[in-house]
């Protein structure tokens, strides 16, 4: 949502891609659409792709999201290649609409340590894309964006209020209770807490555990 | 299918991945499970994913397939960034189960000048791939294999021949003819009937126009 909102600051037509992956957390389709409409973008796709048929993560198999805070190394939560997928097809759509801007909110600070968060898969992946394309290999630019990239949460968290978005429309939770209500305990939820807490900014998120 | 063929005569496990992008020659749906079963496949996931929603290109959207022969510069069959998506979606399966080497069979001697050929593309992504995966950034290795990449077409006649394959089994056509017939003049079937007849091998497809 505050990358959303950063692109549009900086005078960019919002075109925006959501992956509906089968996810666990597939109520965040529905916080995605919220947005769009609020950040008033100009078109939103929502593309079907079931990462299920691979699995491998807790988010995408019968696999148990971690509710004990943080720990050493890539938890079960990272999803294999995801984000490489989702830049490719950001890149794709991009390609066939003639743009050349692409905006990810990946966050490499207050994050869970994805290897597909950090600035070199970034970068790494701008220069793969001039490669992989007909715009790039004819000599056109194109341009990966990560305005959260080097910011803690609770920056995020004040941006957002800085840009009038509802932190409340948005959503983080990995693994969302019955009536809506985030767990409160996944990695995703104590950092969003952590951040918000930190910003002193209402999180606007409905908790069914207490922080 | 001669890639196939080639890993699993290098001794590799094959685990086929067939995209479903809602392509205009989606008959070749049908001819990839023909060679997942006579390859011996361990594994074939036939993956929906609909680039129609993106369209820019002749295969996936409503833009003629040219039929005058090769021209000069990446033509209108060229479908944005179609093969990083692929190659990210085989690295996102193979890494879910525990694999780390991808094949893919692109070739860029006889080929219509797709960016998404190219080795820099082949080799660029391999490089990335180390960076944007858990397996890759603990220093597992990461292999991408493009056996075709520098064999001429006439080769990999010769190639699925040796393989005891059936060319027939395999499909090239971009815009099929009503009756699962092959058009016989887009780029594909062009480059493909020169290919069979350069190497003196029968080519096993039915096309609708004489060469």
């Known amino acids: 949502m505050v990358c959303a909102g950063l692109a549009r600051e900086r005078g960019f037509r ?13 109520i965040e389709l529905e916080a995605a659409k919220r947005i769009a409409q609020t950040i008033g973008a100009a078109s939103h796709v929502i593309l079907p792709l079931d990462l299920r ?12 999201v971690p509710k004990d805070g943080l720990g ?9 290649a995801r984000n490489l997928v989702f830049l490719s097809l950001a890149l794709a759509w991009a390609e066939a609409a003639g743009s050349s801007d692409l905006f990810i909110g990946v966050n490499a600070l207050d994050y869970s340590g994805y290897p597909d968060c950090r600035p070199e898969f970034v970068s790494g992946f701008e220069s793969l894309a001039r490669v992989a394309t007909k715009i790039g290999s004819e000599g056109g630019k194109v341009r990966v964006h990560a305005p959260l990239q080097h910011l803690k949460k609770s920056e995020i968290a004040r941006e957002a209020a800085r840009l009038g978005l509802d932190p409340g ?18 990695d995703s939820c104590r ?20 922080s």
């Open 14 to 26: 919002v075109a925006a891609l959501t992956i509906d992956y089968n996810q666990r957390h597939r």
């Open 53 to 64: 048929l691979f699995g491998g993560s807790a988010l995408t198999a019968a696999i148990d």
């Open 169 to 186: 429309a948005s959503w983080s939770c990995y693994d969302p209770l019955p009536g809506g209500l985030a767990c409160g305990v996944c």
């Open 72 to 80: 050493e190394g890539i938890p079960v939560t990272y999803v294999p």
């Open 191 to 210: 950092l969003r807490r952590a951040g918000f807490d930190e910003a002193g900014i209402e999180d606007g998120t409905q908790y069914g555990a207490p």
